[in-house]
């Protein structure tokens, strides 16, 4: 069935330093990509999408770039603050035929940004 | 304000009990979603539904039931045959241009 893998965390950065969050997914047909931020003691919100190959989804400086050839939806930042502190989830919307709506999550990543 | 309301915040059950957490969106939203969240396991999906009176089982969805009798609520039940149902529930809906609203979650512990 579909999943989605992210990269194990903590990730501890510095403020300023540049930010990667590998996510990659396993899906029949054609996806829709996610990312969601969880601030402490909040639900979740949508940070960016992508609903097609190669496009390329940007808020508050996060970006992400759908790529079908290597199935993968990396989230970066080049210059990350304290306030980023959170935990990050990939996820994807089903297209198959079997699965079509079904919204699933990775594992999380919680991102940790110090002064 | 629009948005979606799970209730109780916090539900304590006994071994062998039935409980029912509740789910409301006034979003006209199709698409509700039900998520487990445990630590270090991220969000699970227990059942879903894109239409009035459908759904679909998940990931995880042994040991609960749900309901979709009407557009704006989806409530989910955890049964005695859930062994470990300790966990933070999460309700989402999505609209139909992809992006999931969610739900401040419900917190059950068994007692």
């Known amino acids: 069935g579909d999943s ?8 501890t950065l510095s403020e300023e330093a540049f930010l990667t969050i590998n996510c990659t997914y396993t899906a ?29 989804g940007s808020n508050k400086g996060f970006e992400a770039t759908y790529r079908k050839e290597t199935t993968s939806f990396h989230l970066e930042k080049g210059s990350v603050q304290v306030s980023d502190s959170a935990v990050y ?18 594992q999380g990543t919680t991102l940790q940004v110090k002064p | 304000d ?28 199709d698409a509700m979603y039900w998520y487990r969240q445990d630590p270090g396991q991220g969000l699970r999906l227990i059942y879903y539904s894109q239409i009035v009176n459908d759904f679909q089982k998940g990931d995880i969805a042994e040991g609960y039931s749900v309901s979709r009798e009407k557009k704006e609520s989806f409530p ?5 045959a859930q062994k470990n149902p300790t966990a933070f529930y999460l309700c989402a809906s999505m609209g139909p241009n992809g992006e999931a609203f969610f739900g ?4 059950l512990t068994v007692v």
């Open chain 1, 4 to 11: 989605v893998t992210q990269m194990e965390g903590p990730v």
């Open chain 1, 28 to 56: 029949t047909g054609y996806p829709s990509l996610f990312w969601y931020v969880q601030y402490p003691g909040e639900g979740l919100q949508l940070l960016l999408k992508a609903t097609k190959a190669d496009d390329k």
């Open chain 2, 104 to 107: 401040q979650g419900t917190r």
């Open chain 2, 2 to 29: 629009g948005g979606i309301t799970q209730s109780p915040k916090y539900l304590f059950r006994k071994e062998g009990q039935n409980v029912t957490l509740s789910c409301e969106q006034n979003l006209n939203h």
């Open chain 2, 76 to 80: 989910l039940t955890v049964t005695s």
């Open chain 1, 89 to 106: 989830f990939c996820a994807l919307r089903g297209s198959g035929s079997s699965n079509t709506g079904k919204l699933i999550f990775g």
